[in-house]
């Protein structure tokens, strides 16, 4: 991939298995998330968001969960796809910015075994 | 894609020429934004632009300026180029369902000799 993290955490998955990547994030004030995927020389790619007045969102064979209080944040992918291989990252936002600004994670490299 | 074209996709200049990114986009959004993408490192946000001619600073914004004098382009300036913005350049937009969703262009890898 482009510099898109020599030491990512990674996870390596069977195709056809699920698949759950996580975030830490770090402002309790932050009201909204989004989970990216980044394939390797491409720009970021939007998955799915979430607000803080909800736990859980779903969406075409993904899910986003979010925990308050632990400030955690998960995505599901289900019955993983040779094409679900990339980085994935966690943005979230804060109320001291509106809505213009976003904090991003590092990643996980998520690689689907054959 | 979100109608988001970056140009020039890749270069490579010498140190302390001067470089000016370019970032295009067709849906008239409002917000622009430009980051930078380095290894050990979340995407950090450069400047952005919340209409034309209106800018503001992010968080790495030292060495870099930025212009936009119309709402479908948004450039990036590198005044004098040094190695350490060696990079790799991702404009994005703010997208309209009253969220702080943002979508990337593809993508400039820029190297400084």
């Known amino acids: 991939g482009e510099s898109v993290g020599l030491h990512l955490p990674t996870l390596s998955v069977q195709e056809g298995d699920n698949s759950i990547i996580n975030c830490a994030y770090s402002?309790?004030?932050?009201?909204?998330f989004i989970w990216y995927k980044q394939e390797s020389g491409k720009g970021p790619q939007f998955i799915i968001d979430i607000r803080s007045n909800m736990d859980k969102r779903q969406g075409q064979r993904v899910t986003v969960l979010l925990n308050k209080t632990v400030k955690h944040l998960s995505l599901q992918i289900a019955a993983t796809q040779p094409g679900d291989s990339a980085v994935y990252f966690c943005?979230?936002?804060?109320?001291?910015?509106?809505?213009?600004?976003?904090?991003f994670g590092t990643g996980t490299r998520l690689t689907i075994i054959p | 894609d979100a109608g988001i074209t970056q140009s020039p996709r890749h270069k490579v200049t010498e140190t302390g020429t001067p470089v000016t990114l370019r970032c295009h986009q067709t849906e008239n959004h409002r917000y622009m934004y430009w980051y930078r993408q380095d290894p050990g490192h979340g995407l950090r946000l450069i400047h952005y632009s919340y209409g034309v001619k209106d800018t503001d600073k992010g968080e790495v914004s030292d060495g870099y300026s930025v212009s936009r004098s119309k709402t479908e382009d948004f450039l990036l300036t590198l005044e004098s180029a040094t190695s350490s913005q060696t990079s790799v350049y991702f404009c994005a937009i703010k997208g309209t369902s009253g969220g702080a969703e943002q979508y990337f262009g593809p993508g400039t890898r820029l190297t400084v000799t």
């Open positions: 402002n309790s004030a932050s009201d909204y």
């Open positions: 943005a979230e936002n804060a109320p001291a910015f509106g809505n213009e600004k976003l904090t």
